[in-house]
């Protein structure tokens, strides 16, 4: 009888100090259950010329009356639209994103009001497809009236492709690491538990141009650099260790 007391109680002081030693692994957040891994991140990026731009080209007309107003808008839309077919775009690549009536209150030198005209803005979204041609684009779109350009965006016409190449680079980066980190430490790398990864990030040259009202006035053979894009992307991975 009594040496069956002591290996009970015996049992319980090693249950004690099992359950004593899970607490203290779960509160340290070390779980006796998780698996050891190691974990990498990685980045890779691609830098490309653009072939392709985008480009806000409007009109801008004001006039005593609507009619005046609306009359000389369109005769300039009209010559912006052929001029811009003479230089190679073609019709799916002309989208017209605004078009506005709208009064305005004339004033003079002491700010009281002597009178309201007209304004009409029509802005169109030009998609070119030959960079070649952009500065020459600009020059004819300014001659057959266009009075407000606002900023020239630059495109990949193949973005999957340079996305891809992107990632992959990314993802070997991070493989790279791995082995270099397991190698250091003397272990050996299982398989890979997880892959995230990022959005990727474009970083591009953006021409700021705005020929305002004074348009008549700018200088012909408007110089354009398209510079390069940069797409980059960066891996996360979780690596087991064996």
Known sequence: ??????????????????????????????????????????????????????????????????????????????????????????????????FNVYPQTRYDNMGQPVGTSYVVDNTVYITVRDLTKLGKLLDSAISAGANNIYGISFDIADKETVLAQARELAIKDAEAKAKSVATVAGVTLGQILSIDVSTPIYTQPYFGYDTGKGAGGLETSVPVSAGQIVVSYTATLNYAIE
């Not at 009619?67 to 009209?78: F, G």
């Open 1 to 98: 009888m009594k040496k069956k007391t002591i290996f009970i109680i015996g049992t319980l002081l090693i249950g004690a100090v099992l359950l004593s030693a899970c607490g203290l692994m779960e509160a340290q957040g070390v779980s006796p259950t998780s698996e050891r891994y190691i974990r990498v991140s990685g980045s890779g990026e691609v830098a490309v010329v653009p072939d392709i731009a985008y480009i806000n080209i409007g009109v801008h007309s004001e006039a005593e009356d609507v009619s005046s107003a609306l009359e000389a808008n369109n005769t300039q839309a009209t010559e912006l639209t052929e001029a811009l077919k003479a230089e190679g775009i073609e019709a799916k690549d002309i989208q017209t994103t605004n």
